[in-house]
C-alpha cells in the first residue's frame, strides 16, 4: 500500500471519528488532497502541475515575470485610476462648482501625491491579496505609539507589499470595539545595503488596501492555473522550435564500418571518437559554409513536429482573461474588428467604472474617516466623486446630435419637431442656454479677478 492511499484511509477514519473536532480535521486533509473538481482523480492537479496553495511569491513572480498576469494588473490600474477623484463635502447630489473651505482644506493633505500612493497600493493589492499605506505623521513619536497629537500633520505616504506589512496581534478583548481587528502590525524594511528591518507599527499609523484575511481570494488567484499552462505552451513551443533550429544530427555508421581506423584517422583512440563527432556538430552549426566529411555513415538532422501552440493557448486565455473580467483583445491588444473592439471597450469602461464606485470608494472613505481620525481632515460629511468613464467620446455625442437635428427637420413636416434645442446640446455634450453663464470681468492679464476657486480648476491645476 502506497502512502497516499495510507494517508487517505487515515484522513477517512477521522472523518468517521465521533469527536467533532477531527470531523473538521478530516475534510480539511481531504479538501487538500484534491483541491479540484476531479474528485474521480485525487492527484490530478499534481499531474497538471498546478500548485494546490498560493503564497504572495507565487503571485509577484506570476505579475513580474508573465505578460497577462502584468497586463491585466497594469490595465486595469490604468483605466481606473485615469483621473482622480474628488471628495466633496456633503452627498453625490451636490453640483456646486465653487470649493468649501473644508473642500480646500482637505485638498491640501489629499493631493496628487496622496492619489499616486493610493494608485500604487492599489495596483499592490491586486498583486497580493492586499497592501499597506504607511501614514509618516509628523508627530516625532515612535511607530510603534498610537497618535495623539492632531492635525500636526503628513510628511509622507508609503506603500507596502502584502509581504511586507503583516498583522502581529489581534484585538482579544471581546468587550473591545475592535475586537478581532490587528493590535499591532509588523513591517519589514528592505535596506539598501540588502538587509532588512522589521518594526511594530499601531494601526493609527497604517492603512490595509484589500482584505488581509486568510479566506481573502485575489486578484490573480482564480486565473493562477491558467497562467501556469500558458507558461507551459510559451516555454514547450519555444524549446521545440530551439531544438529545430539547433540541428541536432544523428550519424548512422555502415554495420561494415571500422571504428579503429576511423578513430586513427582523427589521431585519437575509440574513447575519445564521441568527442571528435560532437566538434564536428558544434562547427555546422556554427558556420554557415561547413562540410562534413563521412565515410560508410549516413547523416540526418533530428527534427520534432512543433504543434500549433495558437488553440491551447487561445483557450487558457479565455480562461484567464474571464478570471480577471478584461476581454482578451484588451489584455493582449489584439483589434482585429472594429466593431468587437469597440464594444470590448465600453465594457471594459463599464468595469472600471464599477470598480471605482463599489469598490474604490468605499476604501477611499474609509481612508478619509482615518485621517478624520487622526485629526488630519476635519469631521464633515462627505461624498467621493469620479468622473463617468462610460460616458459618450465627443464624436459620438456630435453624430447624437446630429442625428436627433434630422429627425427634427423632418418632423417639422408634421409642424412639431421631436427635440427642444436644449436636448440637442445637451446630447452634444454642451450646457443649455439657460445654464450658460456669462464670464466675469477679466483683469489687465486676462485672468478671473473674482478670487473664487472652482472644483473644475482646482482639479485640473
Not at 524549446?239 to 564500418?257: C, D, M, T, Y
Not at 589521431?267 to 561547413?290: C, H, P, T, Y
Not at 474609509?366 to 464624436?395: N, P, R, Y
Request: some cysteine; hydrophobic content about 35%.
Amino acid at each position: 500500500m502506497n502512502n497516499l492511499q495510507l494517508a487517505v484511509n487515515h484522513a477517512v477514519s477521522l472523518m468517521g471519528n465521533s469527536g467533532g473536532g477531527y470531523d473538521a480535521i478530516g475534510r480539511s486533509r481531504m479538501a487538500l488532497m484534491n483541491p479540484g473538481m476531479d474528485h474521480k482523480r485525487s492527484t490530478a492537479w499534481c499531474e497538471y502541475g498546478w500548485k494546490e496553495n498560493l503564497t504572495f511569491v507565487d503571485m509577484y513572480s506570476a505579475y513580474r515575470r508573465g505578460g497577462l498576469a502584468f497586463a491585466a494588473v497594469t490595465k486595469l490600474i490604468g483605466k481606473c485610476w485615469s483621473s482622480y477623484p474628488d471628495i466633496v463635502e456633503g452627498d453625490e447630489a451636490n453640483e456646486s462648482t465653487k470649493l468649501t473651505d473644508w473642500e480646500k482644506q482637505t485638498k491640501k493633505t489629499l493631493n496628487k501625491r496622496f492619489w499616486k500612493v493610493f494608485a500604487e497600493a492599489d495596483k499592490r493589492r491586486l498583486v497580493g491579496r492586499y497592501s499597506g499605506i504607511l501614514i509618516h505623521v509628523k508627530d516625532s513619536e515612535k511607530w510603534n505609539q498610537p497618535v495623539t497629537k492632531k492635525g500636526v500633520g503628513i510628511e509622507k505616504l508609503t506603500a507596502a507589499w502584502a509581504n511586507c506589512i503583516k498583522p502581529k496581534e489581534f484585538e482579544s478583548n471581546i468587550n473591545s470595539t475592535n475586537y478581532g481587528q490587528p493590535k499591532m502590525w509588523s513591517y519589514t524594511e528592505s535596506l539598501s545595503n540588502g538587509g532588512s528591518r522589521t518594526t511594530d507599527i499601531h494601526p493609527d499609523r497604517v492603512f490595509i488596501v484589500g482584505d488581509y484575511t486568510l479566506d481573502a481570494i485575489g486578484f490573480l488567484e482564480p486565473g493562477y492555473n491558467a497562467l501556469t499552462n500558458i507558461e507551459k505552451v510559451e516555454g514547450g513551443s519555444g524549446e521545440s522550435f530551439l531544438k529545430n533550429a539547433a540541428r541536432q544530427l544523428n550519424i548512422n555508421f555502415n554495420e561494415k564500418i571500422d571504428f579503429n581506423n576511423l578513430a586513427s584517422m582523427y589521431g585519437v583512440s575509440v574513447s575519445e571518437l564521441q568527442d571528435k563527432f560532437n566538434e564536428v556538430a558544434v562547427e555546422i552549426n556554427r558556420g554557415n559554409d561547413v562540410v562534413m566529411t563521412t565515410q560508410g555513415a549516413d547523416v540526418t538532422p533530428l527534427v520534432s513536429n512543433v504543434p500549433d501552440p495558437t488553440p491551447t493557448y487561445t483557450i487558457n486565455l479565455q480562461t484567464f482573461s474571464a478570471s480577471v473580467d478584461i476581454p482578451g483583445r484588451i489584455l493582449v491588444g489584439n483589434q482585429q474588428a472594429e466593431r468587437s473592439s469597440t464594444e470590448d471597450n465600453k465594457y471594459f469602461n463599464v468595469r472600471s467604472q464599477s470598480r471605482r464606485e463599489m469598490e474604490l470608494s468605499q476604501e477611499i472613505e474609509d481612508f478619509v474617516d482615518k485621517l478624520i481620525t487622526i485629526g488630519e481632515v476635519k469631521a464633515k460629511e462627505f461624498s467621493v466623486v469620479w468622473d463617468d468613464l462610460t460616458e459618450s467620446e465627443q464624436s459620438e455625442k456630435l453624430n447624437n446630435a446630429n442625428l436627433m437635428s434630422d429627425i427634427n427637420d423632418k418632423a417639422i413636416t408634421t409642424g412639431q419637431p421631436i427635440f427642444e434645442d436644449n436636448e440637442i446640446r445637451t446630447a452634444a455634450g454642451y450646457e443649455s442656454k439657460e445654464d450658460v453663464k456669462p464670464l466675469p470681468d477679466a483683469g489687465p492679464d486676462g485672468e478671473n479677478n473674482d478670487g473664487k476657486e472652482t472644483k473644475e480648476s482646482s482639479s485640473t491645476s
